[in-house]
Nanobody, 119 residues
Framework: VQLQASGGGLAQPGGSLRLSCVASGSILSVNIMGWYRQAPGKPRELVAAISRGGGTNYADSLKGRFSISRDNAKNTVYLQMNDLRPEDTAVYYC??????????????WGQGTLVTVSS
């Protein structure tokens, strides 16, 4: 499974960005899709994940500002990020897995897309 993420870039505090990630390859094996992020000097952490059936899991600190969605027909997962803050600056990684569990990362990783929040 290959994951191609897009949509990162520079945003001002309070602004919005939308990330997209398209899965290709053995996509029938993909159940969960999601996003993780890693800020400089910090470990990688969950942002949000969504199952094929629509079940979701969010980092508690991001609920209300970030929203994950999925288009199974397009093999694409989206992350809508609103009210961005400087502390959201990180490399965002698309993730996918075959197990129907949104609480653990899947075995497939994309290349990462940088999100920078700065005025």
């Amino acid at each position: 499974v290959q994951l191609q993420a897009s949509g990162g870039g520079l945003a001002q505090p309070g602004g919005s960005l939308r990330l997209s990630c398209v899965a290709s390859g053995s996509i029938l094996s993909v159940n969960i899709m999601g996003w993780y992020r890693q800020a400089p000097g910090k470990p990688r952490e969950l942002v949000a994940a969504i199952s094929r059936g629509g079940g979701t899991n969010y980092a508690d600190s991001l609920k209300g500002r970030f929203s994950i969605s999925r288009d199974n027909a397009k093999n694409t997962v989206y992350l809508q990020m609103n009210d961005l803050r400087p502390e959201d600056t990180a490399v965002y990684y698309c993730n996918a897995g075959s197990l129907p569990r949104v609480t653990v990362p899947g075995q497939y990783w994309g290349q990462g897309t940088l999100v920078t929040v700065s005025s």
